[in-house]
């Protein structure tokens, strides 16, 4: 059975940059964790970096992650982008559901790095990352897409 890696926070762990979660409600994800299909990761956490955590965007400009305090986290995010792929090699996984829109994990939109809420069309470092090793990336607003896709296989 394919297994399927998933962020952490849509498990309901709280890993959040704000502390918190993002937890998804679903009978098929509950039926995969008990199948042990699930393989969880925070790559933001993965990478060395603190629950909370001040905010970070990707700047357009230079494709650097820099906090809202003017920190470069770039390397952390590169770290856990790599740790992500290396469990997706391990485990030969080529699924992965991830949080939209996250500077780590999102597979269609980020923030556009001013911190003003705005999100452009992109991925974030871990996404960008899978995508470019042939994992197919789905959102939480996908996750019927990738249920087709797990079952047809
Ligand atoms: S890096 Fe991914 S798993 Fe971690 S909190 Fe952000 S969106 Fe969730």
């Not at 998933?6 to 498990?11: D, F, I, P």
């Not at 906090?67 to 290396?86: K, P, T, Y």
Request: glycine share 10%; aromatic share 6%.
């Amino acid at each position: 059975m394919d297994k399927i890696l998933v962020s952490a926070c849509l498990m309901g762990h709280c890993v959040r940059y704000d502390g918190g979660h993002q937890k998804l409600l679903s009978q098929t994800i509950d039926l995969w964790q008990k199948q042990q299909r699930l393989v969880v990761l925070c790559p933001e956490v993965a990478g060395g970096l603190l629950t909370p955590r001040p905010p970070a965007e990707i700047q357009s400009a230079t494709g650097q992650v820099m906090d809202i305090e003017g920190n470069d986290v770039s390397d952390a995010f590169n770290r856990g982008a790599q740790m992500a792929l290396s469990i997706c090699q391990q485990h030969q996984i080529r699924y992965a559901l991830l949080k939209e829109s996250s500077p780590s994990c999102g597979g269609k939109f980020i923030y556009n790095g001013e911190f003003s809420g705005s999100k452009i069309p992109g991925s974030g470092i871990t996404a960008k990352l899978l995508k470019q090793h042939g994992v197919r990336v789905y959102g939480e607003q996908d996750l019927n897409d990738l249920i087709k896709m797990v079952n047809q296989n």
